[in-house]
């Protein structure tokens, strides 16, 4: 077996003064290149720490205090900030949350579409111009020539998705990183991009590292899969194996949970107060035992 | 399910014809702003103790047709009727009767919950404006039943929006809604925000609620799994006209419309189905 | 815990003034921004009582005096005399009742036409609005300094004119921002909420949206006061404040530069002053702003 494209490994971090309060709690995880791996959690799960953990992009305040995060065998964690965004920009991209804040509103999407292209491959204008032309056919963009002339606010929220798409894999990189890329679009339009997302990463072999809260979007996009809850790893392994035999209680109380046309009977049960409790106190444990050790 | 039109006799909410449009009319240095018709002649009816569903995409025109009904809108065209009262043309005067016995719970609990006031002060506020309770006192005790109901501890009267969790701020929007005892709640998108945990939390209670109120709801939202779940019958809007309805499981069973069956199939089920993304067909 | 009886008989009110005042108590821009303005309150509240001299008596035999650290310096007079003998010190202590008198209550009345009229456009739009904000257009293509002196030159000089002028060219500064801030706070879904309730109009205006205006309107009027001083510390420099025998800053300016080489601190001394409180009042708005913000207190 070939070493995967990333690998996380008991990945903690905390925030506060002090950096009393864990905000991720032991996380490990490996992607192999051409696999979608989906983070799962609801609010305050830590699925968008790790993402950002990945990016480099931490907010203030909050800090890794022990793990690595290894890109191809280099951990990113003990780079300085140059190597660090020299190896990023050109192998890891980001499909950012809300299309509308990611792009400039002030520039045109030909110019925040080449940047990229000319920073990091040495492209001419015209070169990247070319390029950023096919990419916006790749992601099959209505009249790519109008599209480049438009400001970001000129397009509706599905081409904006489309265009920060072909600006991800615009560098060829080897992880894409998406963030809740589909939450502020309409199920149309969801399932047109998620549509795109996979067409593109099987195209290109890409790593794709998702995060959502939604166990359908895992069910349809990813090939395997890490649920959390409070930081904390609840069940990870094939998409397959997690919705058809869940292990762990959580698992299946979201499932439980999730409302679904097809069987009204099913879902909307509440996660019922017990197996929060056991998750907790299941973290509890786990933060006594790390205590013990240092 | 029946027939919308024996319904109709014993509707609670009788819409025929609703046209909404913003702009056109002159301001006051004459110019005229061209009009924008949101609604085209849209009709819902929605039984006495009955939940209807209204489901679209963003500027299908579900949020309007929502404020139409409670009449925070200006209907250009055609009739409301609540309770066999005409709403449409109301001055905001003679409406007031009627508001108590209408209520909404919003999208977003944050901006619906006056950042200013506590939540004492914003559910006994409407309690003394309609003459519910004689003073105070008496609304304290209205309030702190409407607070256990929905789940949540009497000390939440001293805690300001901005200080509760979002479950916690949808349960005080709840709460408002029904402190009034209305015959009809409007629900806007209420768990489109929300974890799923917290989802079902919140779609559990109102279903109590209305149950034991019985109240009649339109449950407007972009999620056709929760209004499968909650809803008696639905309709499906698309640019502003109602392109679908009738009862949920003849709806969901057998849509006859196109835009009912791309959206239905939009929806992404935790099942794994490769066909759905058309997942490992190389499309180059 | 759960004692009803206790948590009926705790009505919102002073736990909730409690927690603004911790609030306040917290931003040490206020507390340096108001510390400041209130030991100005209390010196013109007491200026007979604390000024080491009368501010008018002249005494030509001791012109010029320079202030405490200089050659020739009389204990006297600690910040120094100007040309006519008359002590600096004192004529600063009773300048600050001009300038905190003027700051104060002309502040207060542009804010009370500019919110009203700023609230009426912002929530009723329509014509309502049309007419407010060509108003305010109108208004802002006057010059202010000229405006002010138009309306000072038709009501005679005093301090009556230079509030009136202040009030009458600084209303558009609240009108313009509350109605901005207005339109933004009607869109909220509580405002929605309110009316489903059953509010009438004025109930939503004055009780759902005015308190959520009011953090802004209240860092605008302490900058007002700033912009006060300011206005009439010039409108005293050109001479169409109060007659000179009041002392004030501006006319204190006014003089100091005619014999700014022979006497700078004549000059110096109002000119501190002002700049401190102009200071202070920009550091209490902007911390007063933050302390009363319910979301930002965190």
């Known amino acids: 077996m070939t070493a995967p494209l990333l690998s996380i490994s008991h990945l903690n971090a905390v925030t506060g003064r002090n950096g009393e309060t864990p905000i991720l709690r032991d996380v490990s995880l490996d992607i192999a290149a051409g696999e979608v791996h989906g983070l799962v959690g609801e609010s305050g799960a830590g699925k968008s720490t790790i993402a950002k953990a990945i990016l480099g992009i931490l907010p203030r305040g909050i800090r890794i205090a022990s793990g690595s995060i290894a890109l191809e065998g280099v951990d990113l964690l003990t780079l300085d900030a140059s190597s660090r965004r020299k190896l990023l920009g050109a192998t890891v991209s980001l499909i950012p949350q809300d299309p509308l804040t990611a792009l400039n509103p002030g520039r045109r999407i030909e110019a925040q579409l080449t940047d990229g292209l000319r920073l990091w491959r040495g492209l001419s204008a015209a070169d990247a111009r070319l390029r950023a032309l096919q990419l916006l056919d790749e992601v099959q963009m209505a009249e790519p020539e109008r599209v480049m002339k438009a400001f970001p606010h000129e397009l509706s929220g599905g081409m904006r998705q489309r265009v920060l798409i072909a600006a991800a894999f615009a560098l060829e990189p080897k992880l894409v990183i998406a963030d809740e890329p589909t939450t502020a679009l309409d199920v149309t339009v969801q399932k047109q991009i998620l549509r795109l997302i996979r067409a593109m990463q099987e195209r290109h072999g890409t790593g794709v590292v998702f995060v959502t809260h939604d166990l359908g979007v895992v069910a349809q996009i990813c090939d395997r899969a890490t649920l959390l809850y409070m930081g904390k790893t609840m069940e990870q392994g094939r998409v397959k194996d997690l919705l058809d035999a869940p292990r762990h209680p959580y698992t299946r109380a979201l499932m439980d949970a999730c409302p679904r046309y097809d069987q009204p009977g099913r879902g909307l049960a509440p996660v019922p107060e017990t197996v929060f409790a056991d998750c907790r106190a299941e973290i509890a444990a786990f933060d006594r035992e790390r205590a013990g050790h240092v | ?284 | 815990m759960a004692d009803s009886a206790t948590i009926i008989a705790t009505t919102g009110a002073p736990s909730r003034g409690r927690r603004r005042l911790q609030a306040l108590a917290r931003q040490p821009k206020v507390v340096w921004g108001g510390g400041f303005i209130l030991f100005l309150v209390v010196v013109a509240l007491a200026a007979p009582l604390i000024a080491p001299h009368d501010p008018l008596a002249q005494d030509l035999m001791s012109g010029t005096l320079p202030p405490l650290g200089f050659a020739d310096y009389d204990p006297g007079f600690l910040l120094g005399t100007d040309d006519l003998g008359r002590d600096v010190l004192s004529r600063l202590i009773y300048g600050t009742r001009i300038a905190l008198t003027v700051a104060f209550v002309a502040a207060t009345l542009a804010a009370l036409v500019g919110t009203l009229l700023g609230l009426l456009a912002g929530y009723f739009r329509g014509v309502t609005d049309t007419v407010v904000s060509r108003l305010i257009e109108i208004w802002m293509a006057f010059p202010p300094v000229l405006l002010s002196i138009l309306v000072v030159a038709i009501m005679g000089s005093g301090v009556t004119s230079v509030i009136a002028a202040i009030a009458i060219i600084d209303w558009t500064r609240f009108a313009r921002v509350v109605r901005a801030e207005t339109m933004a706070q009607a869109q909220g879904d509580y405002v929605t909420a309110a009316r489903t309730l059953g509010f009438g109009r004025w109930t939503i205006l004055f009780r759902e949206i005015l308190p959520n205006v009011a953090p802004v309107l209240l860092a605008l009027i302490t900058l007002e006061m700033g912009i006060a001083v300011i206005v009439e510390a010039i409108l005293s420099f050109v001479g169409l404040s109060v007659s000179s025998d009041t002392p004030t800053w501006g006319g204190m300016i006014a003089q100091g530069r005619q014999i700014i080489y022979q006497a700078w601190w004549v000059f110096a001394a109002p000119l501190a002053a002002l700049f401190a409180t102009v200071l202070a009042f920009n550091q209490l708005g902007d911390g007063l702003r933050r302390a009363l913000d319910p979301v930002m207190q965190r």
């Open chain 2, 1 to 284: 399910m029946s027939d919308p039109l024996t319904i109709s006799e014993q509707a609670l909410i009788d819409a025929r014809g609703v046209v909404v449009a913003y702009g056109g009319q002159r301001s006051a240095f004459g110019r005229a702003k061209p009009e924008k018709r949101v609604l085209h002649g849209v009709d819902v009816v929605i039984g006495r103790g009955q939940t209807v569903g209204i489901v679209g995409e963003s500027g299908s025109g579900k949020t309007t047709l929502g404020r139409a009904l409670l009449g925070l809108v200006p209907v250009a065209d055609g009739s409301i009727r609540f309770d066999r009262h005409e709403i449409v043309g109301l001055k905001e005067d003679a409406l007031r009767p009627l508001r108590k016995r209408m209520q909404m719970i919003f999208q977003d609990p944050m901006s619906s919950l006056n950042p200013r006031h506590d939540i004492r002060h914003i559910l006994i506020a409407p309690l003394l404006l309609h003459g519910l309770a004689r003073d105070r006192r008496e609304a304290e005790v209205q309030v702190r039943a409407v607070l256990d109901r929905v789940g949540l501890p009497a000390s939440a009267l001293e805690r300001y929006p901005h200080e509760l969790s979002g479950g916690q701020r949808q349960r005080v929007g709840i709460a408002r809604a029904v402190v009034l005892a209305p015959d009809f709640v409007l629900a806007d998108e209420i768990v489109s925000g929300l974890d799923v945990s917290t989802q079902a939390q919140v779609l559990q209670l109102l279903g109590e609620l209305k149950r034991d109120m019985n109240l009649s709801m339109a449950f407007i939202s972009h999620d056709l799994s929760v209004v499968r779940a909650v809803c008696d019958r639905v309709y499906v809007l698309s640019g502003g006209r109602v392109v679908e309805q009738g009862a949920c499981e003849q709806v969901f069973a057998s849509p006859h419309h196109d835009y009912t069956k791309v959206l239905i199939d939009a929806i992404p089920l935790p099942v794994i189905d490769p066909q759905w993304l058309g997942r490992g067909q190389r499309s180059t």
